[in-house]
């Protein structure tokens, strides 16, 4: 069965700082996705960035970056240099991807506050 | 476009009664999902349509239906709410099926059952 677990409930950062979270995930497919949502004030769920499982190469889209530990089955979130507007809750997530219609699987989110 | 519309925003429901959630997207994605979100806990999905075809989570099959008459619109219906139905209600779309898909989210219908 796969699961996805996220241990730090909330961190609390300076601005322009970088703050790292954690995620762990448990499956038995060869091939699966992970992704990193982020969850506003509003309550809006908006996509981060993904790293596909096959890839050795930690991915990259502008401040936000991957950790990719595939034998430890990690997958943390680097912010770099973060502003207030980064003070949500972000979650990760996993999908097999040996075929199609899987479920996306969520973590419980770690919530981020970004102080002046 | 990228937005996924939910209405309404709020609902206030009674114990036994039917709730009846509505979700659209103009993006002319085949997959359509709902997801359920309680405080301090993952979001769980209830079920999802790949075009036509509806698919129900295992332990929330009796629980929730669904219809979806067009590629836009896709809703969620509970027959009796209870109490334990209070939650916010997550519409998602995706391109296709397929894993590596980035799912959009709507912005929710918090659902307080009384």
């Known amino acids: 069965a796969q699961k996805v677990t996220q241990t730090q409930t909330s961190i609390s950062v300076m601005e322009k700082t970088t703050v790292t979270m954690d995620c762990v995930y448990e499956?038995?497919?060869?091939?699966?996705?992970l992704f990193w949502y982020k969850q506003t004030a509003s309550g809006e769920i908006v996509f981060l960035i993904r790293?596909?499982?096959?890839?050795?190469e930690n991915a990259t889209v502008g401040h936000y970056s991957l950790n990719f530990q595939k034998p430890k089955s990690s997958i943390g979130l680097i912010i770099t240099a973060t502003q207030i507007e980064d003070s949500a809750v972000y979650f990760c997530?996993?999908?097999?991807?040996?075929?199609?219609?899987?479920?996306?699987?969520f973590g419980t989110g770690t919530t981020v506050s970004v102080s002046p | 476009d990228t937005t996924v519309k939910q209405n309404p925003r709020y609902k206030l429901a009674r114990v036994g009664k039917p709730v009846n959630l509505i979700c659209s997207q103009t993006?002319?994605?085949?997959?359509m999902y709902w997801y359920q979100k309680k405080p301090n806990q993952a979001p769980k999905l209830l079920l999802f349509?790949?075009?036509?075809?509806?698919?129900r989570e295992a332990d929330t099959f009796e629980k929730f239906q669904s219809s979806r008459p067009n590629n836009s619109f896709c809703s969620l219906y509970i027959g009796s709410a209870g109490l334990e139905y209070s939650a916010m209600y997550l519409c998602?779309?995706?391109?296709?099926?397929?894993?590596?898909?980035?799912?959009?989210f709507g912005s929710g219908t918090r659902l307080t059952v009384l």
């Open positions: 499956t038995q497919d060869s091939s699966y996705f």
């Open positions: 349509y790949y075009d036509k075809i509806l698919n």
């Open positions: 997530a996993m999908r097999e991807g040996n075929q199609g219609g899987r479920a996306l699987i």
């Open positions: 998602a779309s995706s391109r296709d099926e397929d894993s590596a898909e980035t799912l959009y």
């Open positions: 993006m002319n994605h085949d997959t």
């Open positions: 790293q596909d499982s096959y890839k050795k």
